[in-house]
């Protein structure tokens, strides 16, 4: 009676027979954990075909967090759609910060991500009020320091016995030298380097996330790693 009444349903005898026998007749409604798997199978399904795999690793990394977070504060494996509230909400940036031990821009991103599915359940009907309403979550600033000339030569000089660290160090120092993210990097190839007009090698690649094309001469010690 309470369920047909929060869809404006009206609420008749037969109404109420069919919904206690076969449901109201609308597509079942899953639990939010299953939601979540059924989210990010859809994403795992599209990683490089609009979806970055880091996309997909966060929104594998917030599921988890939310299973324990069902599991240590409610005692259950998982929760309805519908018994997430306001509080429920609340409670789990309260256990990102405090158990789980994350900084502000890290906790408001695993909300924001929960809030996602919070959305897509709310735009099937699944959810009817809004458990995110009035509240606001900022991210802040992060001041971060750069590498000295003098810290980049000592990493650069220092003598790494395991191979697979130096190659690290080498692709690190790449970063710095190209400004290119490491997935930039990780996907670059001959074909992104070209001699420019100057007579000089240039990267002319289009980054993975903005799309937008780079073109960045090639600096004596980045060549030196690729040769």
Known sequence: HQDLLAENATVTAAALKAAFIKG????????????????????KSMIDRGVSRGTYIRHETSRRNLERFI????????????????????????????????NNNSAVKYVKNFGKIV??????????????????????????????????????????QINRIAQVRDVFVFCCFTGLAFIDVK??????????????????????????????PLLPSAKLIID
């Open 24 to 43: 109201t007749g609308r597509e079942a409604i899953p639990s939010l954990l299953t939601f979540y798997r059924e989210h990010n199978e859809n994403l």
């Open 71 to 102: 599991h240590e504060v409610y005692s259950q494996d998982d929760i309805n759609l519908k018994d997430i509230k306001h509080v429920f909400v609340q409670k789990y940036e309260t256990y990102l910060r405090t158990v789980r031990n994350c």
């Open 119 to 160: 959305r897509e359940a709310m735009n099937r009907d699944w959810i009817q009020a809004d458990p995110f309403r009035n509240l606001k979550f900022h991210i802040e600033e992060v001041d971060k320091p750069f590498l000295s000339q003098t810290e980049l030569q000592k990493i650069m000089a220092k003598d790494f």
């Open 187 to 216: 996907t670059l190839t001959t074909k992104d380097i070209e001699t420019g007009v100057d007579g000089n090698l240039w990267i002319r690649k289009q980054r993975n996330k903005t799309k937008q094309w780079a073109h960045i």
